[in-house]
């Protein structure tokens, strides 16, 4: 069965970082923990979109996560892309779906639970819940409020993520409605550091779900449940090269929390740190190992 488990969606918008590449941008919302990318750009030409959809093809892949092109099931294909998002005036979602084949996962625009309904029948494998607050990115589209994230919450059985003017100021607002998956291009592609804007979300959603559950959230528990399907976050963990304390290693262990366990140093009195920055142990689960990423680990041996 196809797999779709992501918190935090992230979609490209590159008029809110002039003087930033997507490339940069999009890669510090996923070293932040973007669990899922779509490219999204509405005025760009064929070559420029397909230049843009294998830059994100690239990157997605080396962290592991599913890459989405929105309105556009020939560039999903043409970019390998792991499938495609469209909007109710888009239509073609049966078209789409004959064209990139069960495997592809495609996403539907809802603004109301019937539409959800309708998306869900029509075989979607998650739905956009949106917007939930007027946005700039989507001008002239009513907010359809924290109303349509409740009734989400009760009646739709496929994966559903709440989107439009969502960031950290409100995402506390619209995980209390029931929303489990957040979705953002501003409040992360427009901010001044997409790394810290996608932990500050993750971190939210993380401890949202763990209320719902009815039990603390212990960060490593959801991990140790992929670990043990052998996967990371539903997607196979790859391979990759790092530079571990000075020195090149390669490993599949995925996050710093498995690293530390690969080296025997659970339990341990360590400090990590990811490319200059210390991680707080609470963020091993959630750091993942990107190629090239200057790890260190440092052990502190007893004594005083
Ligand atoms: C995850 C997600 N949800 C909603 C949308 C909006 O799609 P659509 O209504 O087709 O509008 P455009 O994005 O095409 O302007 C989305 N892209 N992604
Ligand atoms: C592209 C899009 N679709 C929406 C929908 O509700 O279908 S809301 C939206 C814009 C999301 O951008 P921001 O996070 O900047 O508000
Ligand atoms: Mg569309």
Request: contains cysteine.
């Amino acid at each position: 069965m196809k797999k779709l488990d992501f918190g935090l969606y992230v979609i490209t918008g590159e008029n809110y970082h002039p003087g930033r590449t997507l490339e940069e941008v999009m890669r510090e919302a996923l070293h932040g923990g973007a669990d899922i990318v779509q490219l999204r750009h509405k005025t760009a030409k064929k070559d420029e979109l397909l230049e843009k959809a294998r830059l994100l093809r690239r990157l997605t892949r080396e962290y592991g996560v599913p890459f989405i092109v929105n309105d556009d099931p020939e560039l999903a294909l043409e970019a390998e892309a792991d499938g495609v998002h469209l909007g109710q005036e888009d239509g073609g979602w049966r078209e789409a779906r004959e064209r990139l084949g069960p495997d592809a996962i495609i996403g539907i625009s809802t603004h109301s639970l019937e539409q959800a309904l309708a998306a869900e029948d029509a075989g979607a494998d998650y739905i956009g819940v949106g917007p939930v607050f007027p946005t700039e990115t989507k001008p002239g589209r009513p907010a359809v409020t924290l109303e349509y994230v409740r009734q989400a919450s009760r009646h739709v059985r496929i994966p559903w993520v709440a989107i439009g003017g969502i960031g950290p100021h409100n995402a506390q607002q619209v995980l209390g409605a029931g929303a489990t998956r957040l979705c953002a291009v501003s409040a992360i592609v427009g901010s001044a550091s997409p790394a810290q804007a996608c932990r500050e979300l993750k971190a939210m959603i993380a401890a949202a779900r763990g209320r719902r559950n009815g039990q603390a959230y212990e960060a490593g528990r959801e991990l140790a449940a992929a670990r043990a399907a052998g996967e990371t976050n539903g997607w196979a963990a790859a391979a990759v090269d790092i530079v571990l304390n000075g020195g090149p290693h390669r490993t599949a262990a995925g996050t710093l929390e498995r690293l530390v366990e690969e080296r025997g140093l659970s339990g341990r009195r360590i400090v990590a740190e990811a490319d200059g920055q210390i991680v707080p142990r609470e963020e091993w689960s959630r750091c993942r190992l990107r190629r090239g990423m200057a790890v260190e680990l440092v052990h502190f041996v007893g004594g005083g």
